[in-house]
């Protein structure tokens, strides 16, 4: 079992750029949740999807968005990137009706310059 | 890998000791706690977790204290281990298939 995986590791973009991060969800699992985390911080909530919609947002622009395939993967966009931006993004995902913990992915270290 | 936490407060402990790690939480609607431990360029690892209809809760070498009064939990880690040097994160929500919401982190320092 690979658990979550997220790709690409670290990415630097420039000011005003747009990017997209990736996550591959831990077997069995239906459920991603992205977070940001800043250096010297806890991680903050930006969304969750499930069956392919936004079912719950964190207090984030609408630069931030996402998507979830039919494969339960899942991608974050961020558009007209801000130094503020730069920060580790963590997917975690777990199964829908099931009583455990989620499970987090190793995060992409966005540095905007 | 990065650093995390560089200006979180820190805990210093002799290996061998046991370490007592202490998070305030604020939303006393938070049915469903967690501890995670994030070493160095590496995402939060699940610990231990707890509902709010306990109070303890133990697992291997850690136990978990609730204390839903004063919106208080600790994390108590037994017989403490170099590698048990991290940054340690509790974080709450109002149920398992919602939000975490989590707290600021405290860095553990296991010294020999």
């Known amino acids: 079992d690979a658990g979550v995986t997220q790709s690409p590791t670290h990415l630097i973009k420039t000011r005003g750029q747009q990017v997209t991060l990736r996550c591959s969800p831990k077997s069995g699992h239906d459920t991603v949740s992205w977070y940001q985390q800043a250096l010297g911080q806890g991680p903050q909530f930006i969304f969750q999807y499930y069956e392919e919609e936004e079912r719950q947002r964190g207090n984030f622009p609408d630069r931030f968005s996402g998507h979830q395939f039919p494969n339960y993967s899942s991608e974050l966009n961020v558009n007209a990137l801000l130094l503020g931006d730069s920060a580790l993004y963590l997917c975690?995902?777990?199964?829908?009706?099931?009583?455990?913990?989620?499970?987090f992915g190793q995060g992409t270290r966005l540095t905007v310059v | 890998g990065e650093s995390v936490g560089l200006h979180l407060p820190t805990l210093s402990v002799q290996e061998g000791d046991n370490s007592i790690i202490n998070c305030a939480y604020s939303?006393?609607?938070?049915?469903?706690f967690i501890w995670y431990k994030q070493e160095s360029g590496k995402g939060p690892q699940f610990i231990i977790d707890i509902r709010s209809n306990m109070d303890k809760r133990q697992g291997q070498r850690v136990t978990v204290l609730l204390n839903k009064t004063v919106k208080h939990l600790s994390l108590q880690i037994a017989a403490t281990q170099p590698g048990d040097s991290a940054v340690y994160f509790c974080?709450?929500?109002?149920?398992?298939?919602?939000?975490?919401?989590f707290g600021t982190g405290t860095r553990l320092q296991v010294t020999l």
């Open positions: 939303n006393s609607a938070s049915d469903y």
């Open positions: 975690a995902s777990r199964k829908q009706g099931v009583n455990t913990e989620a499970f």
């Open positions: 974080a709450e929500s109002p149920g398992t298939a919602s939000k975490l919401t």
